[in-house]
């Protein structure tokens, strides 16, 4: 089933409204910082790993640009593209925001498990949490053993809702019989993790569980974490989902979903351990929390949480020794740019409980009281074991400026420099030299990367000749393209009407149009004939409008090229004015504009046809030899010749030539 195929299932009218519902800034918010820069937004580009913001979005436009890896669109392709969703999929996902009911011309029971893998995956845990929920509440396993065990917590009920949790039966197959007899593939419960199977044997992977369901930032359900209740040594306590297509564990931190908002209207966020501390902290109103649930910290999730805010405090439950063994993956926070402090809490509590005990705005003010700059608490927890050591206390030297070393902005780390010396009592000088050494070394170790990398790019490039893509475009074309999108609608000429005496206005859509049909000159290349083609067909429709239908067409190629198109700062000031001078304003000038621009595509593609039309004809003189006036022979010939005459006519009305 193709693309438009699917789209079409979802009827124009309610795609019509999904469209004008989804305004891009408040979609890209629930998952970019976005601040306020003129007329546009800027933020942290979600797509690449950025120091220095180039995601630009631009409200009025109803697109996004990231000026550092190019990616481009409207709320959709954002959608598509963040979510690994299809064009239909992203439209309903939208449609689910903004509230707005989706009725599909076909409800197939195919349709429903869907021809893709990932999209199956998805379905099957969104299952299995609506199973482990609704068994948690209705059934009398999940009462008397999963939802005492929260309330023992005392977890209100309106917060276990809010995280979706659950309880997995007891037992070996009673998730898998079920799933099963809706109608869900075994594969694709093997593939979540929900069902083990081996050969003939199969089994519930979360048997006798209270479940934690793990969300991804569009709240879709994507792995699960498994409380055992029973004691049992030789069973893990906790059990996550393994990996998977739809589910990386470094790539994901838990409540993400949950706190994402919060976080961004507070631009702070509080890192903790476990799902409960995270449940516990949302009961105690701290919503602005996520747990990077037992794995060390990674890169990835620091980003995630870096969308939303670069302020982040991470949350301890007092084990020095465990805090200790945290610290060098701390190190990759301030690599990021983050802001870090660290909060120690007091001996025997972790977020859980300190929660509970403290309350909403006991807890809240003991964290403002408390939390401590990173560098700071570092310092400090590490100075206790070198007392009258000084080779410990130079091994200690060398390990705080370490993390000093690896942030990012100068001005940052020379107030941390400034503070070190004071609680290490040593000279300035000396750490600024101590961070050079650090940075040398990690320069020396990017240096040597980056050098293993040039020389594998240098080998496949030797390898294999580069080869022109299939949708490749002529810069001539990107231009007509843009002046055909922009200003279709704009009056150019007035040419005589079909009465004697009468006159009407020729549309630069409708002049751009006819001018490359009259000397069959319309680009091979299949984007360009689709956007041409669109075009054509709608030059009589007055209510049609060129960036709207392009810039959210679900071909996605031609919505980013639109977008793309739209959002280029091209350098108008080179665009020659009549009688001299410049002009800042196309439009004002377009009667002079786009016949040149049509010139200057027109002669550039004949630069590349006539060599190719000059060699066919050579070869085919070859292969006929004596008889060489086929009728294909003489098209050819013929189609050469008006080439050569168009090309004469162009050349004296360019004369000298425009730089667009």
Same mark, same amino acid.
Request: charged share 25%; glycine share 6%.
């Given at each position: 089933m193709d693309l438009f195929t699917f789209a079409t299932m979802i009827d124009h009218a309610t795609i019509e409204r999904i469209l004008d519902a989804a305004e891009i800034s408040d979609v890209i918010s629930d998952f970019v910082m976005l601040r306020k820069r003129g007329v546009n937004m800027l933020g942290m580009c979600p797509f690449h790993n950025e120091k220095t913001p180039s995601f630009t979005v631009s409200p009025a436009k109803g697109i996004f640009k990231c000026f550092g890896c190019g990616k481009a669109g409207n709320s959709v392709n954002f959608i598509m593209e963040h979510e690994s969703l299809t064009y239909p999929e992203a439209l309903k996902?939208?449609?689910?925001?903004?509230?707005?009911?989706v009725v599909e011309h076909e409800d197939s029971e195919e349709q429903k498990q869907l021809n893709d893998e990932r999209e199956s995956l998805m379905i099957v845990s969104g299952f299995a949490q609506k199973y482990f929920t609704r068994y948690l509440w209705e059934e009398n396993e999940g009462r008397t053993i999963g939802l005492s065990y929260f309330r023992e917590r005392s977890f209100r009920d309106d917060i276990m809702k809010k995280f979706e949790v659950g309880f997995a039966p007891d037992g070996k197959t009673p998730f898998t019989d079920a799933a099963r007899k809706e109608g869900y593939k075994i594969e694709f419960l093997e593939k979540t993790g929900l069902t083990i199977k081996r050969d003939d044997w199969v089994r519930d992977r979360f048997a006798g569980r209270v479940m934690f369901p793990i969300h991804n930032l569009a709240g879709r359900v994507i792995a699960f974490g498994g409380r055992i209740l029973k004691e049992n040594k030789e069973t893990a306590k906790y059990l996550n989902s393994p990996e998977s297509e739809i589910y990386h564990k470094s790539k994901v931190v838990y409540g993400i979903f949950q706190a994402k908002r919060e976080i961004s209207k507070t631009d702070k966020c509080y890192l903790v351990e476990g799902y409960t501390d995270v449940i516990s902290m949302h009961q105690a109103g701290i919503e602005n929390v996520v747990a990077s649930s037992g794995t060390a910290l990674t890169v990835d999730q620091i980003r995630l949480i870096k969308r939303f805010t670069p302020?982040?405090?991470?949350?301890?439950?007092?084990d020095a020794a465990g805090i200790k063994a945290s610290l060098r993956g701390i190190d990759l926070v301030l690599e990021e740019g983050m802001n870090v402090k660290v909060l120690l809490l007091p001996d025997g509590e972790d977020p859980d409980s300190y929660a509970k005990k403290m309350g909403a705005s006991g807890f809240a003010n003991y964290i403002r009281d408390n939390e401590t700059d990173f560098i700071q608490f570092k310092t400090r927890l590490l100075l206790k074991d070198t007392e009258k050591d000084p080779v410990a206390k130079a091994k200690l030297i060398s390990d705080v400026i370490r993390s000093v070393a690896v942030i990012p902005d100068t001005i940052i780390r020379s107030v941390y420099i400034k503070e070190c010396s004071k609680l290490l009592d040593v000279n300035e000088e000396v750490l600024y030299a101590e961070v050079q050494k650090q940075k040398r070394k990690q320069s020396d170790d990017l240096l040597a990367v980056g050098v293993r990398e040039q020389t594998r790019k240098a080998a496949r490039q030797t390898e294999t000749p580069k080869e022109i893509k299939p949708n490749q475009f002529l810069e001539e074309e990107l231009v007509y393209l843009r002046f055909l999108l *922009?200003?279709?609608?704009?009056p150019l000429f007035e040419i005589e009407g079909e009465n004697q005496g009468e006159t009407v206005l020729m549309s630069v859509g409708e002049f751009m149009i006819s001018e490359l049909e009259k000397d069959d000159l319309i680009s091979e290349n299949q984007l360009f004939r689709t956007i041409f083609q669109e075009v054509s067909e709608n030059l009589d429709n007055s209510s049609f409008d060129p960036w709207?239908?392009?810039?959210?067409?679900?071909?996605?190629?031609?919505?980013?090229l639109a977008t793309d198109l739209l959002s280029e700062k091209h350098n108008e000031s080179k665009i020659w004015k009549r009688g001299g001078g410049y002009t800042e304003q196309e439009e004002d000038i377009l009667d002079l504009l786009v016949p040149k621009i049509i010139n200057e595509y027109k002669l550039r593609l004949i630069t590349i046809?006539?060599? *190719?039309i000059e060699n066919e004809l050579v070869a085919d003189n070859e292969k006929i030899g004596n008889n060489p006036f086929t009728d294909d022979f003489l098209d050819k010939m013929q189609k050469r010749i008006n080439l050569d005459h168009i090309k004469k006519e162009l050349s004296n009305k360019l004369g000298n030539r425009t730089i667009i």
């Open positions: 996902w939208l449609a689910k925001k903004y509230h707005i009911d302020n982040i405090t991470i949350i301890y439950d007092g *922009k200003f279709c609608n704009f709207k239908h392009f810039v959210f067409h679900p071909n996605g190629e031609i919505s980013k046809l006539l060599p *190719k």
